[in-house]
């Protein structure tokens, strides 16, 4: 059985948003025919394919498709391959959980375009590349646009299968980003109109009177509001509640220039009924 191992001349390194990637470059002598691999052996034993985790493989060579078909099978993924971008985009699902192995040159849709369609879709689906290009302003395009590695051929499978953990870890981790912007949806859909308001006003920083002032309410209603906000919304502090809202993209209410910035002394200030009343009566008049 022919094998991915093959004599390395060079050694790029690329380092985009903190990470970094080794890539082997292929020598002179390599043909297509190379990429068989070895499986068993080259398998680390600490590396666990997640229960719902795909590996979806595109590539339109029949003989690599197969053999990394085989290759991360044998690792305890499920696979799905394609013989072309075109057939994964009309048959692979977007709800299921995995990553994709994808090829470069490819006819029709090729790999840097199939990426670019992804992303303007809905749906997070990480690409690992795979190609016999070493051309460096390729590969930094790919891995800027999001790319979990680029791995030059031919691939070693112990390089694929850690991109592929790499892969499951981040999948993991906007799953669990999706779940919990889930739960501030939930939260703030308990809200009444009101309340939610006075959380953008919260948010903005202002305080109880300036908040009534503006709402044309009292302080101890507004307090009430706001003690039913935090409620709702699971928080102890102003802090939580502000980095909660941003996670969403709520954004707190501006300062209405048209009241005065002295108008809320003037209606809370300490005092009889009378003397509060008539500053009021003033102001709107």
Same mark, same amino acid.
């Given at each position: 059985?022919?094998?991915?191992?093959?004599?390395?001349?060079?050694?790029?390194?690329?380092?985009?948003?903190?990470?970094?990637?080794?890539?082997?470059?292929?020598?002179?002598?390599?043909?297509?025919?190379?990429?068989?691999?070895?499986?068993?052996?080259?398998?680390?034993?600490?590396?666990?394919?997640?229960?719902?985790?795909?590996?979806?493989?595109?590539?339109?060579?029949?003989? #690599?498709?197969?053999?990394?078909?085989?290759?991360?099978?044998?690792?305890?993924?499920?696979?799905?391959?394609?013989?072309?971008? *075109?057939?994964?985009?009309?048959?692979?699902?977007?709800?299921?959980?995995?990553?994709? @192995?994808?090829?470069?040159?490819?006819?029709?849709?090729?790999?840097?375009?199939? $990426?670019? &369609?992804?992303?303007?879709?809905?749906?997070?689906?990480?690409?690992?590349?795979?190609?016999?290009?070493?051309?460096?302003?390729?590969?930094?395009? &790919?891995?800027?646009?999001?790319?979990?590695?680029?791995?030059? !051929?031919?691939?070693?499978?112990?390089?694929?299968?850690?991109?592929?953990?790499?892969?499951?870890?981040? *999948?993991?981790?906007?799953?669990?980003?999706?779940?919990?912007?889930?739960?501030? !949806?939930?939260?703030?859909?308990?809200?009444?109109?009101?309340?939610?308001?006075?959380?953008?006003? @919260?948010?903005?920083?202002?305080?109880?009177?300036?908040?009534?002032?503006?709402?044309?309410? #009292?302080? !101890?209603?507004?307090?009430?509001?706001?003690?039913?906000?935090?409620?709702?919304?699971?928080?102890?502090?102003? &802090?939580?509640?502000?980095?909660?809202?941003?996670?969403?993209?709520? &954004?707190?209410?501006? $300062?209405?220039?048209?009241?005065? !910035?002295?108008?809320?002394?003037?209606?809370?200030?300490?005092?009889?009924?009378?003397?509060?009343?008539?500053?009021?009566?003033?102001?709107?008049?």
């Amino acid at each position: 059985m022919e094998r991915f191992d093959a004599l390395v001349l060079l050694s790029l390194t690329i380092s985009h948003c903190g990470e970094t990637m080794n890539i082997t470059i292929k020598p002179s002598s390599y043909s297509e025919r190379e990429c068989v691999a070895p499986v068993a052996p080259c398998i680390p034993e600490d590396i666990v394919a997640p229960a719902e985790f795909t590996v979806f493989i595109v590539d339109d060579d029949h003989g #690599v498709l197969k053999s990394l078909t085989r290759l991360i099978g044998a690792a305890g993924y499920t696979t799905q391959s394609f013989s072309s971008a *075109q057939q994964f985009l009309a048959e692979h699902d977007r709800d299921v959980a995995g990553c994709l @192995v994808l090829d470069l040159r490819m006819p029709g849709i090729d790999g840097r375009e199939l $990426q670019a &369609a992804l992303r303007t879709g809905e749906g997070d689906r990480s690409i690992i590349f795979v190609s016999g290009t070493t051309d460096a302003p390729t590969i930094v395009d &790919a891995m800027k646009a999001g790319a979990i590695d680029f791995l030059i !051929k031919p691939v070693n499978c112990g390089a694929l299968l850690a991109a592929i953990e790499t892969a499951v870890e981040r *999948q993991k981790k906007s799953m669990q980003k999706r779940a919990e912007l889930a739960c501030i !949806k939930r939260r703030l859909a308990q809200l009444t109109p009101r309340e939610g308001e006075v959380l953008r006003h @919260v948010i903005s920083g202002r305080l109880n009177k300036q908040i009534a002032w503006d709402l044309g309410t #009292v302080e !101890k209603t507004i307090k009430v509001h706001r003690s039913r906000i935090m409620g709702k919304m699971g928080v102890r502090t102003i &802090a939580e509640l502000v980095r909660l809202t941003e996670q969403i993209g709520l &954004a707190p209410c501006e $300062q209405k220039e048209s009241r005065s !910035k002295d108008g809320p002394e003037l209606f809370f200030g300490v005092g009889p009924r009378s003397e509060r009343i008539i500053p009021l009566a003033l102001h709107v008049a």
